[in-house]
Protein backbone atom coordinates (compact mmCIF):
# COMPACT_ATOMS: atom_id res chain seq x y z
CA UNK A 1 0.00 0.00 0.00
CA UNK A 2 2.80 2.47 0.79
CA UNK A 3 4.32 2.08 -2.56
CA UNK A 4 1.02 2.81 -4.48
CA UNK A 5 0.97 5.51 -2.65
CA UNK A 6 4.05 6.63 -3.65
CA UNK A 7 3.44 5.83 -7.50
CA UNK A 8 0.54 7.92 -7.27
CA UNK A 9 2.28 11.08 -5.19
CA UNK A 10 4.85 10.64 -8.33
CA UNK A 11 2.32 10.92 -11.02
CA UNK A 12 1.78 14.60 -12.71
CA UNK A 13 -1.30 15.35 -12.32
CA UNK A 14 -2.83 17.74 -15.04
CA UNK A 15 -3.45 20.85 -14.45
CA UNK A 16 -6.12 23.19 -16.17
CA UNK A 17 -6.50 26.39 -18.11
CA UNK A 18 -5.85 28.13 -14.28
CA UNK A 19 -3.55 26.04 -12.92
CA UNK A 20 -6.07 24.18 -10.77
CA UNK A 21 -6.22 20.72 -10.57
CA UNK A 22 -9.18 18.98 -12.29
CA UNK A 23 -11.91 17.33 -9.83
CA UNK A 24 -11.27 13.64 -10.24
CA UNK A 25 -14.19 12.05 -11.52
CA UNK A 26 -15.28 8.49 -11.04
CA UNK A 27 -15.23 5.82 -13.85
CA UNK A 28 -18.76 5.03 -15.89
CA UNK A 29 -18.05 1.39 -15.36
CA UNK A 30 -17.57 1.92 -11.36
CA UNK A 31 -20.52 4.12 -11.43
CA UNK A 32 -22.11 1.58 -13.29
CA UNK A 33 -21.19 -1.15 -11.30
CA UNK A 34 -22.02 0.92 -7.91
CA UNK A 35 -25.70 0.84 -9.29
CA UNK A 36 -25.97 -2.35 -10.25
CA UNK A 37 -25.33 -3.73 -6.73
CA UNK A 38 -27.94 -1.28 -5.48
CA UNK A 39 -30.66 -2.63 -7.63
CA UNK A 40 -29.58 -6.48 -6.20
CA UNK A 41 -30.47 -5.02 -2.68
CA UNK A 42 -33.49 -3.70 -3.57
CA UNK A 43 -34.56 -6.19 -5.67
CA UNK A 44 -33.49 -9.47 -3.04
CA UNK A 45 -34.58 -7.24 -0.23
CA UNK A 46 -38.43 -8.76 -0.55
CA UNK A 47 -37.87 -12.45 -0.17
CA UNK A 48 -34.49 -12.89 1.87
CA UNK A 49 -34.87 -13.58 5.54
CA UNK A 50 -33.91 -13.74 9.24
CA UNK A 51 -34.31 -17.49 10.65
CA UNK A 52 -33.91 -17.95 14.56
CA UNK A 53 -33.82 -21.27 16.61
CA UNK A 54 -34.36 -22.52 19.95
CA UNK A 55 -33.37 -25.65 21.42
CA UNK A 56 -34.58 -26.92 25.00
CA UNK A 57 -31.50 -28.72 26.34
CA UNK A 58 -32.73 -30.66 29.35
CA UNK A 59 -30.28 -31.90 31.61
CA UNK A 60 -30.22 -34.13 35.04
CA UNK A 61 -29.20 -32.90 38.13
CA UNK A 62 -27.88 -35.06 40.42
CA UNK A 63 -28.98 -34.96 44.74
CA UNK A 64 -26.47 -34.36 47.35
CA UNK A 65 -26.06 -37.76 48.10
CA UNK A 66 -25.21 -38.49 44.41
CA UNK A 67 -22.29 -35.93 44.07
CA UNK A 68 -20.31 -37.53 47.30
CA UNK A 69 -21.88 -40.90 47.18
CA UNK A 70 -22.28 -41.89 43.16
CA UNK A 71 -25.96 -43.08 44.60
CA UNK A 72 -28.83 -41.65 45.74
CA UNK A 73 -31.22 -44.22 48.54
CA UNK A 74 -34.10 -41.35 48.50
CA UNK A 75 -33.84 -40.96 44.19
CA UNK A 76 -33.38 -37.82 44.38
CA UNK A 77 -32.30 -34.88 42.04
CA UNK A 78 -34.10 -33.29 39.65
CA UNK A 79 -34.02 -31.86 35.77
CA UNK A 80 -33.13 -28.17 34.08
CA UNK A 81 -33.57 -26.98 30.85
CA UNK A 82 -31.25 -24.70 29.05
CA UNK A 83 -32.17 -22.64 25.98
CA UNK A 84 -29.95 -22.34 23.38
CA UNK A 85 -30.36 -19.92 20.20
CA UNK A 86 -28.70 -19.55 16.90
CA UNK A 87 -29.24 -17.32 13.88
CA UNK A 88 -29.27 -17.92 10.07
CA UNK A 89 -30.69 -16.86 7.02
CA UNK A 90 -32.93 -18.30 4.22
CA UNK A 91 -35.15 -17.09 0.88
CA UNK A 92 -38.41 -17.34 0.27
CA UNK A 93 -39.24 -19.83 -2.36
CA UNK A 94 -43.13 -19.97 -2.87
CA UNK A 95 -45.62 -17.12 -2.75
CA UNK A 96 -47.23 -19.30 -0.25
CA UNK A 97 -44.68 -19.41 2.05
CA UNK A 98 -41.84 -22.23 1.04
CA UNK A 99 -38.50 -21.08 3.00
CA UNK A 100 -35.22 -23.16 1.56
CA UNK A 101 -32.25 -22.93 4.02
CA UNK A 102 -29.36 -25.31 5.35
CA UNK A 103 -30.47 -28.22 7.53
CA UNK A 104 -27.58 -27.05 10.40
CA UNK A 105 -29.51 -23.85 10.70
CA UNK A 106 -32.47 -25.74 11.83
CA UNK A 107 -31.16 -28.79 12.58
CA UNK A 108 -32.09 -29.97 16.55
CA UNK A 109 -34.66 -27.15 16.80
CA UNK A 110 -37.35 -26.73 18.98
CA UNK A 111 -38.66 -23.69 17.85
CA UNK A 112 -38.23 -22.09 14.24
CA UNK A 113 -39.01 -18.41 14.31
CA UNK A 114 -38.88 -16.19 10.66
CA UNK A 115 -38.65 -12.91 10.20
CA UNK A 116 -39.39 -10.64 7.58
CA UNK A 117 -38.13 -7.87 5.47
CA UNK A 118 -41.06 -5.97 7.08
CA UNK A 119 -40.17 -6.97 10.71
CA UNK A 120 -43.31 -9.72 10.06
CA UNK A 121 -42.47 -12.28 12.19
CA UNK A 122 -43.92 -16.27 11.79
CA UNK A 123 -43.69 -19.40 12.97
CA UNK A 124 -42.15 -21.90 10.80
CA UNK A 125 -42.15 -25.92 10.18
CA UNK A 126 -39.81 -27.93 9.05
CA UNK A 127 -41.68 -29.98 5.83
CA UNK A 128 -37.87 -31.53 4.81
CA UNK A 129 -34.24 -31.34 6.04
CA UNK A 130 -31.86 -33.77 5.22
CA UNK A 131 -28.13 -33.01 6.02
CA UNK A 132 -26.82 -35.24 3.65
CA UNK A 133 -27.12 -31.94 1.49
CA UNK A 134 -26.99 -29.68 4.05
CA UNK A 135 -30.63 -28.52 2.49
CA UNK A 136 -34.15 -27.77 4.51
CA UNK A 137 -37.49 -26.37 3.13
CA UNK A 138 -39.64 -24.70 5.72
CA UNK A 139 -42.73 -22.64 5.25
CA UNK A 140 -44.06 -20.04 7.65
CA UNK A 141 -48.27 -19.07 7.02
CA UNK A 142 -49.26 -15.41 6.61
CA UNK A 143 -52.05 -13.89 5.30
CA UNK A 144 -50.50 -12.28 2.50
CA UNK A 145 -48.68 -13.68 -0.67
CA UNK A 146 -44.88 -13.53 -0.49
CA UNK A 147 -42.51 -12.22 -2.98
CA UNK A 148 -40.42 -15.68 -4.02
CA UNK A 149 -36.72 -15.23 -4.82
CA UNK A 150 -35.83 -15.74 -8.77
CA UNK A 151 -33.51 -18.68 -9.20
CA UNK A 152 -31.13 -18.58 -11.40
CA UNK A 153 -28.92 -21.19 -13.27
CA UNK A 154 -25.70 -22.17 -11.92
CA UNK A 155 -24.35 -24.47 -14.66
CA UNK A 156 -23.87 -21.44 -16.28
CA UNK A 157 -21.88 -19.58 -13.37
CA UNK A 158 -18.59 -18.15 -14.99
CA UNK A 159 -15.09 -18.36 -12.05
CA UNK A 160 -14.51 -14.35 -11.59
CA UNK A 161 -18.29 -12.67 -12.28
CA UNK A 162 -19.58 -10.70 -9.30
CA UNK A 163 -21.05 -12.78 -6.60
CA UNK A 164 -22.88 -10.96 -4.16
CA UNK A 165 -23.77 -12.33 -0.90
CA UNK A 166 -26.71 -11.23 1.48
CA UNK A 167 -28.19 -12.51 5.48
CA UNK A 168 -27.98 -12.09 8.65
CA UNK A 169 -24.16 -12.39 9.92
CA UNK A 170 -23.77 -11.78 13.25
CA UNK A 171 -27.32 -10.79 13.68
CA UNK A 172 -27.13 -7.52 11.12
CA UNK A 173 -29.94 -7.81 9.70
CA UNK A 174 -29.68 -8.29 5.40
CA UNK A 175 -26.19 -7.56 5.23
CA UNK A 176 -24.98 -7.56 1.42
CA UNK A 177 -21.05 -7.65 0.66
CA UNK A 178 -19.68 -8.53 -2.85
CA UNK A 179 -17.09 -10.87 -4.06
CA UNK A 180 -16.68 -12.89 -7.30
CA UNK A 181 -17.24 -16.42 -7.67
CA UNK A 182 -13.63 -17.75 -6.81
CA UNK A 183 -13.90 -21.69 -7.54
CA UNK A 184 -16.63 -24.26 -8.99
CA UNK A 185 -17.37 -28.13 -8.44
CA UNK A 186 -15.64 -27.93 -5.37
CA UNK A 187 -16.30 -31.52 -3.71
CA UNK A 188 -15.33 -33.71 -0.50
CA UNK A 189 -14.05 -30.08 0.80
CA UNK A 190 -15.29 -30.68 3.99
CA UNK A 191 -15.05 -34.59 6.42
CA UNK A 192 -15.64 -36.26 9.23
CA UNK A 193 -19.10 -36.06 11.53
CA UNK A 194 -21.72 -33.57 10.46
CA UNK A 195 -20.34 -33.07 7.21
CA UNK A 196 -22.46 -33.16 3.79
CA UNK A 197 -22.12 -36.22 1.79
CA UNK A 198 -23.14 -34.42 -1.32
CA UNK A 199 -20.44 -31.94 -1.74
CA UNK A 200 -20.64 -29.65 -5.05
CA UNK A 201 -19.66 -26.15 -4.06
CA UNK A 202 -19.38 -22.49 -5.40
CA UNK A 203 -16.38 -20.59 -4.15
CA UNK A 204 -16.57 -16.94 -3.43
CA UNK A 205 -14.67 -14.15 -1.56
CA UNK A 206 -17.46 -12.36 -1.07
CA UNK A 207 -17.81 -12.38 3.34
CA UNK A 208 -19.86 -15.02 4.72
CA UNK A 209 -19.75 -15.32 8.72
CA UNK A 210 -21.84 -16.88 10.56
CA UNK A 211 -25.68 -16.00 10.50
CA UNK A 212 -25.08 -15.81 6.71
CA UNK A 213 -25.71 -19.35 6.44
CA UNK A 214 -28.91 -20.41 4.38
CA UNK A 215 -28.81 -17.32 2.65
CA UNK A 216 -28.58 -16.39 -1.44
CA UNK A 217 -25.15 -15.74 -3.21
CA UNK A 218 -26.95 -14.13 -6.12
CA UNK A 219 -25.25 -12.44 -9.45
CA UNK A 220 -25.32 -9.25 -11.32
CA UNK A 221 -28.52 -9.56 -11.82
CA UNK A 222 -30.60 -10.66 -8.55
CA UNK A 223 -30.98 -14.32 -9.52
CA UNK A 224 -30.30 -16.77 -6.79
CA UNK A 225 -27.18 -18.77 -7.41
CA UNK A 226 -26.51 -20.49 -4.73
CA UNK A 227 -27.46 -20.74 -0.89
CA UNK A 228 -24.35 -19.53 1.25
CA UNK A 229 -23.38 -22.69 3.70
CA UNK A 230 -20.24 -22.95 4.88
CA UNK A 231 -16.32 -20.82 5.15
CA UNK A 232 -12.89 -22.84 5.43
CA UNK A 233 -10.96 -20.60 8.41
CA UNK A 234 -8.31 -20.55 11.14
CA UNK A 235 -10.17 -18.17 13.07
CA UNK A 236 -13.74 -18.72 12.79
CA UNK A 237 -14.38 -15.38 10.60
CA UNK A 238 -14.40 -14.77 6.99
CA UNK A 239 -10.86 -14.74 5.10
CA UNK A 240 -12.22 -14.72 1.86
CA UNK A 241 -12.80 -18.49 1.29
CA UNK A 242 -16.78 -19.40 1.18
CA UNK A 243 -18.67 -22.03 -0.10
CA UNK A 244 -21.81 -21.90 -1.46
CA UNK A 245 -24.45 -24.81 -2.58
CA UNK A 246 -25.15 -24.44 -6.32
CA UNK A 247 -28.94 -23.29 -7.33
CA UNK A 248 -29.43 -26.16 -9.84
CA UNK A 249 -27.94 -28.80 -6.74
CA UNK A 250 -30.96 -27.71 -4.90
CA UNK A 251 -33.44 -27.33 -7.47
CA UNK A 252 -33.06 -30.86 -7.62
CA UNK A 253 -33.42 -31.71 -4.26
CA UNK A 254 -36.49 -29.68 -3.46
CA UNK A 255 -39.29 -31.92 -5.04
CA UNK A 256 -37.48 -34.76 -2.47
CA UNK A 257 -37.33 -32.85 0.91
CA UNK A 258 -41.27 -32.18 -0.22
CA UNK A 259 -42.49 -35.31 -1.00
CA UNK A 260 -40.50 -37.45 1.85
CA UNK A 261 -39.33 -34.71 3.76
CA UNK A 262 -35.83 -35.79 2.95
CA UNK A 263 -33.56 -36.54 -0.52
CA UNK A 264 -33.19 -40.00 -2.47
CA UNK A 265 -30.06 -40.52 -4.03
CA UNK A 266 -30.50 -42.89 -7.37
CA UNK A 267 -28.66 -45.97 -6.86
CA UNK A 268 -26.91 -47.89 -9.29
CA UNK A 269 -25.60 -51.07 -7.43
CA UNK A 270 -21.97 -51.36 -7.05
CA UNK A 271 -19.37 -50.62 -4.63
CA UNK A 272 -15.96 -48.44 -4.60
CA UNK A 273 -12.66 -47.49 -3.34
CA UNK A 274 -10.46 -44.89 -3.95
CA UNK A 275 -7.06 -45.71 -5.86
CA UNK A 276 -3.47 -44.65 -4.93
CA UNK A 277 -0.14 -44.53 -7.12
CA UNK A 278 0.50 -48.12 -6.32
CA UNK A 279 -2.68 -49.67 -7.22
CA UNK A 280 -3.15 -47.28 -10.68
CA UNK A 281 0.36 -48.36 -11.73
CA UNK A 282 -1.09 -52.28 -11.36
CA UNK A 283 -3.76 -51.28 -13.45
CA UNK A 284 -1.83 -49.41 -16.32
CA UNK A 285 -2.94 -45.98 -15.83
CA UNK A 286 -0.50 -42.91 -15.58
CA UNK A 287 -1.73 -41.29 -12.51
CA UNK A 288 -4.27 -42.57 -9.69
CA UNK A 289 -7.11 -41.12 -10.89
CA UNK A 290 -10.53 -42.53 -11.18
CA UNK A 291 -12.33 -44.61 -8.49
CA UNK A 292 -12.33 -48.61 -8.34
CA UNK A 293 -15.13 -51.00 -8.59
CA UNK A 294 -15.02 -53.23 -5.64
CA UNK A 295 -18.31 -55.00 -6.24
CA UNK A 296 -21.64 -54.77 -8.48
CA UNK A 297 -24.42 -55.59 -7.30
CA UNK A 298 -25.85 -58.25 -9.34
CA UNK A 299 -29.57 -57.62 -11.03
CA UNK A 300 -28.97 -53.98 -10.45
CA UNK A 301 -28.80 -50.90 -13.04
CA UNK A 302 -24.56 -51.14 -12.92
CA UNK A 303 -24.67 -55.22 -13.43
CA UNK A 304 -27.37 -54.71 -16.55
CA UNK A 305 -25.32 -51.61 -18.10
CA UNK A 306 -21.92 -54.09 -18.05
CA UNK A 307 -20.14 -52.60 -15.55
CA UNK A 308 -17.44 -55.34 -13.47
CA UNK A 309 -15.36 -55.76 -10.40
CA UNK A 310 -12.04 -54.18 -10.92
CA UNK A 311 -13.33 -51.72 -13.86
CA UNK A 312 -11.85 -47.99 -12.75
CA UNK A 313 -14.56 -45.05 -13.48
CA UNK A 314 -12.32 -42.14 -15.03
CA UNK A 315 -15.22 -39.65 -15.74
CA UNK A 316 -19.54 -39.44 -15.09
CA UNK A 317 -21.42 -37.03 -17.69
CA UNK A 318 -18.16 -35.94 -18.83
CA UNK A 319 -16.69 -34.87 -15.47
CA UNK A 320 -13.98 -36.63 -14.26
CA UNK A 321 -14.62 -38.81 -10.57
CA UNK A 322 -11.30 -38.43 -8.85
CA UNK A 323 -12.32 -40.17 -5.61
CA UNK A 324 -15.96 -42.19 -4.18
CA UNK A 325 -17.12 -38.68 -2.38
CA UNK A 326 -16.85 -36.70 -5.95
CA UNK A 327 -18.71 -40.27 -7.68
CA UNK A 328 -21.09 -39.91 -5.03
CA UNK A 329 -21.98 -36.61 -5.44
CA UNK A 330 -22.54 -36.94 -9.54
CA UNK A 331 -24.83 -39.36 -9.21
CA UNK A 332 -26.96 -37.36 -6.90
CA UNK A 333 -26.22 -34.51 -9.44
CA UNK A 334 -28.12 -36.85 -12.35
CA UNK A 335 -32.20 -36.05 -12.66
CA UNK A 336 -34.27 -38.83 -11.87
CA UNK A 337 -34.51 -41.36 -14.37
CA UNK A 338 -32.04 -39.90 -16.18
CA UNK A 339 -29.11 -42.35 -18.46
CA UNK A 340 -25.73 -41.52 -17.16
CA UNK A 341 -22.76 -41.81 -19.59
CA UNK A 342 -19.77 -43.13 -17.91
CA UNK A 343 -15.69 -43.66 -18.76
CA UNK A 344 -14.62 -46.45 -17.30
CA UNK A 345 -10.40 -47.70 -17.54
CA UNK A 346 -10.78 -52.05 -18.44
CA UNK A 347 -7.54 -54.04 -19.58
CA UNK A 348 -5.84 -51.06 -20.35
CA UNK A 349 -7.96 -49.08 -22.21
CA UNK A 350 -11.06 -46.97 -22.04
CA UNK A 351 -14.38 -47.47 -22.10
CA UNK A 352 -17.78 -45.93 -22.43
CA UNK A 353 -20.64 -47.49 -20.62
CA UNK A 354 -24.41 -45.69 -20.16
CA UNK A 355 -26.51 -47.30 -17.19
CA UNK A 356 -29.81 -45.64 -16.06
CA UNK A 357 -30.01 -45.79 -12.07
CA UNK A 358 -33.08 -46.98 -9.86
CA UNK A 359 -35.02 -44.23 -8.34
CA UNK A 360 -36.05 -45.00 -5.06
CA UNK A 361 -39.71 -44.62 -4.37
CA UNK A 362 -40.82 -43.39 -0.95
CA UNK A 363 -41.82 -47.11 0.10
CA UNK A 364 -38.66 -48.52 -1.43
CA UNK A 365 -36.41 -45.48 0.78
CA UNK A 366 -37.82 -47.39 3.58
CA UNK A 367 -36.49 -50.97 2.75
CA UNK A 368 -34.46 -52.66 4.93
CA UNK A 369 -31.00 -51.74 6.04
CA UNK A 370 -28.18 -53.40 3.94
CA UNK A 371 -30.20 -56.41 3.79
CA UNK A 372 -30.68 -56.61 7.44
CA UNK A 373 -33.97 -58.15 9.43
CA UNK A 374 -33.03 -57.19 13.04
CA UNK A 375 -35.39 -57.89 16.72
CA UNK A 376 -34.31 -55.56 19.81
CA UNK A 377 -32.16 -57.52 22.45
CA UNK A 378 -33.19 -57.78 26.06
CA UNK A 379 -32.20 -60.36 28.91
CA UNK A 380 -34.77 -62.48 27.98
CA UNK A 381 -33.96 -63.08 24.88
CA UNK A 382 -30.06 -63.10 25.47
CA UNK A 383 -31.01 -65.70 28.01
CA UNK A 384 -32.94 -68.23 25.90
CA UNK A 385 -30.17 -67.78 22.48
CA UNK A 386 -27.03 -68.03 24.84
CA UNK A 387 -25.71 -64.26 24.32
CA UNK A 388 -22.99 -62.93 25.96
CA UNK A 389 -24.86 -59.54 26.06
CA UNK A 390 -27.91 -58.23 26.26
CA UNK A 391 -27.55 -54.96 24.67
CA UNK A 392 -27.96 -54.13 20.82
CA UNK A 393 -30.34 -55.61 18.23
CA UNK A 394 -30.24 -59.32 16.87
CA UNK A 395 -29.62 -60.50 13.56
CA UNK A 396 -33.08 -62.61 12.39
CA UNK A 397 -32.40 -62.66 8.65
CA UNK A 398 -30.29 -61.48 5.60
CA UNK A 399 -31.69 -60.86 2.34
CA UNK A 400 -29.35 -62.90 -0.75
CA UNK A 401 -26.96 -60.93 -2.18
CA UNK A 402 -27.53 -57.39 -0.07
CA UNK A 403 -24.25 -56.39 1.42
CA UNK A 404 -25.29 -57.91 4.70
CA UNK A 405 -24.93 -61.14 2.56
CA UNK A 406 -21.76 -60.24 0.56
CA UNK A 407 -19.83 -59.52 3.92
CA UNK A 408 -20.62 -62.60 5.76
CA UNK A 409 -23.52 -61.35 7.98
CA UNK A 410 -25.71 -64.18 9.64
CA UNK A 411 -28.67 -64.46 11.78
CA UNK A 412 -27.84 -64.89 15.18
CA UNK A 413 -25.29 -62.42 14.97
CA UNK A 414 -25.46 -59.55 17.52
CA UNK A 415 -25.12 -55.89 16.57
CA UNK A 416 -24.06 -53.41 19.65
CA UNK A 417 -22.90 -50.30 18.04
CA UNK A 418 -22.89 -48.81 14.84
CA UNK A 419 -20.43 -45.70 14.01
CA UNK A 420 -19.00 -45.99 17.21
CA UNK A 421 -22.71 -45.30 19.12
CA UNK A 422 -24.94 -47.78 21.62
CA UNK A 423 -27.96 -49.32 19.41
CA UNK A 424 -30.21 -48.51 22.22
CA UNK A 425 -33.24 -51.05 21.60
CA UNK A 426 -35.29 -50.48 17.93
CA UNK A 427 -35.57 -46.86 17.89
CA UNK A 428 -32.17 -46.62 18.45
CA UNK A 429 -31.65 -49.12 15.74
CA UNK A 430 -34.17 -47.27 13.36
CA UNK A 431 -32.21 -43.29 14.18
CA UNK A 432 -28.92 -44.48 13.60
CA UNK A 433 -29.39 -46.43 10.19
CA UNK A 434 -31.44 -43.06 9.33
CA UNK A 435 -28.27 -41.38 9.42
CA UNK A 436 -26.27 -43.47 8.69
CA UNK A 437 -27.27 -44.44 4.72
CA UNK A 438 -26.29 -47.30 2.59
CA UNK A 439 -24.13 -45.10 0.09
CA UNK A 440 -21.51 -44.52 2.76
CA UNK A 441 -18.97 -46.79 4.90
CA UNK A 442 -20.07 -47.71 8.08
CA UNK A 443 -18.70 -49.70 11.20
CA UNK A 444 -20.49 -51.96 13.68
CA UNK A 445 -19.77 -53.89 16.60
CA UNK A 446 -21.00 -57.25 15.73
CA UNK A 447 -20.80 -60.25 18.79
CA UNK A 448 -21.07 -63.67 17.28
CA UNK A 449 -20.20 -66.93 19.36
CA UNK A 450 -19.37 -64.62 22.11
CA UNK A 451 -16.62 -63.09 20.13
CA UNK A 452 -16.52 -59.21 19.27
CA UNK A 453 -15.30 -57.44 16.29
CA UNK A 454 -15.58 -54.21 14.22
CA UNK A 455 -16.98 -54.98 10.83
CA UNK A 456 -16.73 -52.57 8.07
CA UNK A 457 -20.15 -52.47 6.04
CA UNK A 458 -18.88 -50.71 2.32
CA UNK A 459 -20.73 -48.07 0.89
CA UNK A 460 -23.44 -48.94 -2.06
CA UNK A 461 -23.14 -46.47 -5.10
Not at 39 to 56: K, L, P, R
Not at 214 to 233: E, F, K, Q, W, Y
Request: some cysteine.
Amino acid sequence: MRALLVLFCLAAAPLCADGAAPATEPSPALIRAADDFSQVAEHADAWVVNISTTQYIRQRIGSFWEDFYGYDPFGGGGTRTLKRQSLGSGFILTADGEILTNAHVVDGADEVMVRLKDGTEAKAQVLGQDNNVDLALIKIHTDKALAPATLGDSDNVRVGQWAIAIGNPFGFDHSLTVGVISAKERTNIFQGEGAAKYQNYLQTDASINHGNSGGPLCDIHGDVIGMNTAISTPNDGSIGIGFAIPINFIKRSIPDLRRLGKVVAPKLGFFTQDLDARLAGALKLEKPQGVLVTDVAEGGPAALAGLKRGDVILAMNGKETPSSADLRTRIYEAQPGAALSIQIWRDGQAKALTMTPAQLTATAATRLWHGLTVTENNPTEASQRGLAVSQGVIVTAVASNSTGDRIGMQPGDVLVELDQKRIIGMDGWTSLTHQATEDQDAVVLLMRNRQSAYVVIPAEQ
